[in-house]
């Protein structure tokens, strides 16, 4: 690679080589993936293909244990780094299954959350700053005092980790299928919010199987992963390609057998 | 165990010791003597030395309760009885003799009374040396001073309730303490008068090997509200220190008594109180109690609903670190038809800490129409970390409803890896998951004690975290 030759131009998350294993069985295999502040790519794959895998090995949830590559942000490796610490340093990821933690109310978390962050906000200004951005992901100012993920729907839980994004503003943000679940309504709010973060400032990894969000959110680049790899990348017209022929084809030319993977050739359909 | 304790006063705010302050030291251990002297410098009538006599004797018949905490290493011979700080009562904190003033000062005592207290007990060692009233509530009859003035001032009212909720001969602490009490606050609200400022205790042993007695007793009369509140704290030593404190509330027709206690001994501190209330007719009593600290808590509130309609709440939190066992719960004892309750317990152990819930609910044959839901929740946050429950249920009416649940859970690694992904440090995220986790008890409280029982919570975090 020319990592060592040219300077980094701007920060990015750099993924070389990554092997992870859960519990001992080897669940991602040699990912390389690259994604610059300031750009959106979408990560796609059928179930079971490593995506949720590789979002919390880069944000060091400890259940995933990296047995070699690496994973750096700004060039400096995250490897060694507690998920706290990823975070202060601008990652962020929204999870496919957001944690309830009950007692702690969505106003006391994102205090926490901007204090963490260098962002100890005036009481007033924080407030206003929480009414907002619920607003704008058309959620009642009601949630403020509800305890985090407690008895949210999905969908009020995946519109609450866009909340958090808009608050929090990221340098990198990982979304791991926020999209999934959502009525047409609520995804076009949640593709709205993310258009409305979108910009130099923040690179997007956006983790899906279906296009469905990328009609309201255009990636800049796409990402094909299958039995822990990133087997293809290229521009937009590759989720076109996976709308009309399914994964199958290429997952073949990657030398991976389809039927073998769990809901793979199916994931364009839904 | 000694060791144990002491390794962790690095967590513990309040374990600064201002050196001895007293005017008399009563001799180590008990006897007649030291209890007939404690009785002669408080110049008490007849009654109540022989009161004291009498306890004396159930105390030293009855053996060591086994059923609970283990008490084997609490040694009643090591034990200072009777420790008065002061010749005098402070009205003004001026009046304080200034080292003890400078131990509530560093305790924030005066600051909280001027910003938001309607009355303040202040008792160091055995007596209480500072207390004052709001005069608005004083002008309405409502009575707020020390136990032995109680029984100066006011006899007839003193010994018409005094030991009638809680009898002498209940169990060996309570025996204890009717002997050798001193201190504590004697509170009465005439009828229809509501208190709606808290009326506060503050608890302070200062040396080593002392043993703390107070006695407290609250009687609201018909319509009247009242909310009292007690804290402590202790010096962290080597040796043990024991508190043994009787509490009886009587609340008469209509009356609503709130009684929230924040419990934070140092970690050598045996902590075993027996607290007992009677609600009559249509009477409101609530326990709010929180145990952060001591060696050893053994306490389990009750409430004897008499009268029909009484409703009883009994809330707790416990805290059991490394070394601690805090043994908690609470008793309803439903004697009148259509009385309700409800039993909430959060427990949190971490390191080799341990709680349990130890409850008993009861049903009279008579008590028609009952209704009681318990519910004990306890939160592990460590693999050396324990919780029992010991709930007894004792049930002779058909007709009562009766809801009991019951939790176990450990802190998440989701939800530490949830509020990681936002910033938040491991440590700085138990503490939330925690305070979480209590918060419908930290809920029920003043706004400035659930503030300070946040704090405390994350300065128990401190360190726990590799
Ligand atoms: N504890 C575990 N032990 C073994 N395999 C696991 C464990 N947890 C997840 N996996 C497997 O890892 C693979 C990748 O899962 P995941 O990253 O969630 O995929 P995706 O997000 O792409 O659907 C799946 O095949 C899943 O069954
Ligand atoms: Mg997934």
């Known amino acids: 690679m020319t990592g060592t030759l040219t300077p980094v131009a701007t920060e990015a998350l750099e993924i070389e080589g990554l092997a992870v294993e859960v519990d001992g069985t080897r669940i991602l295999d040699g990912v390389d993936l690259r994604v610059p502040r300031g750009e959106v790519h979408a990560l ?5 293909s490593g995506k949720s895998t590789l979002a919390y090995t880069v944000l060091g949830h400890p259940k995933y244990r990296v047995v070699a590559g690496d994973c750096r942000w700004g060039g400096i490796s995250l490897l060694a780094q507690t998920p706290d610490e990823r975070a202060r340093r601008g990652l962020f990821l929204s999870l496919q299954y957001p944690t309830a933690i009950p007692g702690v109310s969505v106003v006391n978390f994102l205090r926490a959350a901007l204090k963490a962050h260098g962002r100890d906000l005036p009481a007033r200004e924080l407030l206003m700053t929480l009414r907002r951005e619920l607003e704008a992901l058309k959620m009642d100012s009601a949630f403020l005092s509800r305890y985090i993920n407690d008895g949210f729907s999905g969908g009020e839980k995946k519109r609450m980790e866009i909340v958090q994004l808009a608050v929090l503003r990221p340098a990198l943000a990982i979304l791991d299928e926020t999209d999934s679940g959502l009525d047409v309504d609520a995804l076009r709010t949640v593709a709205e919010g993310v258009n409305r973060v979108r910009g130099a400032d923040m690179g997007i990894l956006i983790i899906t199987h279906y296009q469905r969000i990328l009609d309201y959110v255009t990636p800049d680049r796409v990402h094909v992963m299958a039995a822990g790899r990133v087997i293809a990348s290229g521009g937009r017209e590759l989720v076109d390609r996976i709308e009309r022929e ?8 990657a030398g991976l057998e389809p039927s073998r993977l769990e809901g793979a050739g199916s994931a364009a359909s839904a | 165990m000694a060791v144990a304790a002491k390794d962790l006063t690095k967590d513990y705010q309040f374990g600064f010791n201002d050196g001895e302050v007293y005017v008399f030291k009563a001799a180590k251990g008990l006897s007649r003597e030291v209890v007939a002297d404690i009785s002669r410098r408080k110049s008490e009538p007849a009654w109540m030395l ?7 004797e159930h105390f030293q018949r009855r053996p060591l309760p086994t059923w609970g905490a283990d008490l084997s290493e ?16 402070g009205r003004t904190w001026d009046e304080v003799p200034a080292a003890i003033k400078q131990t509530f000062d560093r305790l924030g005592i005066p600051e909280a009374e001027r910003k938001y207290l309607a009355g303040v007990s202040a008792q160091y060692e055995s007596e209480v040396v500072y207390h004052s009233i709001n005069k608005d509530l004083e002008r309405q009859g409502v009575i707020f001073c020390d136990c032995d003035t109680g029984l100066r001032e006011h006899e007839d009212i003193f010994r018409q309730y005094f030991g009638t909720v809680v009898p002498p001969n209940d169990n060996k602490f309570a025996a204890l303490n009717s002997s050798v009490w001193s201190g504590g606050s004697f509170v009465y609200v005439p009828k229809g008068v509501r208190v709606e400022i808290p009326l506060q205790a503050y608890f302070r042993i200062n040396s080593e090997s002392m043993g703390q007695f107070e006695r407290t007793l609250i009687i609201a009369e018909e319509g009247s509200f009242v909310h009292y509140v007690e804290g402590c704290t202790a010096p962290t030593y080597s040796r043990d220190s024991l508190h043994s404190a009787v509490v009886e509330i009587i609340a008469q027709p209509g009356a609503h008594v709130r009684y929230t206690t924040i419990q934070n001994w140092s970690t050598n501190v045996y902590n075993l109180v027996t607290k007992r209330a009677i609600a009559k007719a249509g009477a409101t009593v609530q326990w709010v109690d929180g145990n952060l ?14 009268g029909e309609g009484a ?41 080799t800490g341990r709680t349990s819930y130890r409850g008993h609910l009861k049903v009279h044959p008579r008590a028609h129409g009952v209704r009681s839901t ?29 809801g009991h649940e019951a939790t176990v859970s450990k802190v998440g690694d989701e939800q530490l890896f949830y509020l990681g992904s936002r910033g938040i440090s491991e440590q700085e995220a138990t503490a939330m998951v925690v305070n979480g986790f209590i918060e419908p008890f930290t809920k029920e409280l003043p706004m400035e004690y659930a503030v300070e029982l946040n704090r405390l919570i994350a300065l128990q975090m401190e360190g726990s975290v590799g």
């Not at chain 2, 022989?50 to 004396?56: P, S």
């Not at chain 2, 600290?293 to 008499?306: N, Q």
């Not at chain 2, 009994?314 to 309700?340: E, M, R």
């Open chain 2, 374 to 402: 318990v519910r004990c929740d306890a939160l592990l946050l460590d693999e050396s970390a324990r919780s029992d429950t010991y709930p007894y249920m004792d049930i002779e009416a058909d007709d009562v409803e009766i």
């Open chain 2, 50 to 56: 022989a009161y004291r006599l009498k306890a004396l």
């Open chain 1, 246 to 253: 399914g994964y199958d084809r290429l997952l073949q030319a």
């Open chain 2, 293 to 306: 600290g001591s060696k050893v808590t053994a306490k389990y509130p009750s409430i004897y609903l008499m």
């Open chain 2, 74 to 89: 609490l040694d009643f011979d090591d034990i200072y009885y009777y420790v008065r700080p002061a010749e005098e009562q």
């Open chain 1, 44 to 48: 796609m794959g059928p179930n079971g």
């Open chain 2, 311 to 351: 409703h009883g709440e009994i809330l707790s939190v416990a805290f059991a670190g490394d070394g601690q066992h805090q043994d908690a719960g609470g008793k309803c004892i439903h004697v009148a038809p259509n009385t309700t309750s409800t039993i909430v317990s959060k427990s949190v152990s971490k390191g």
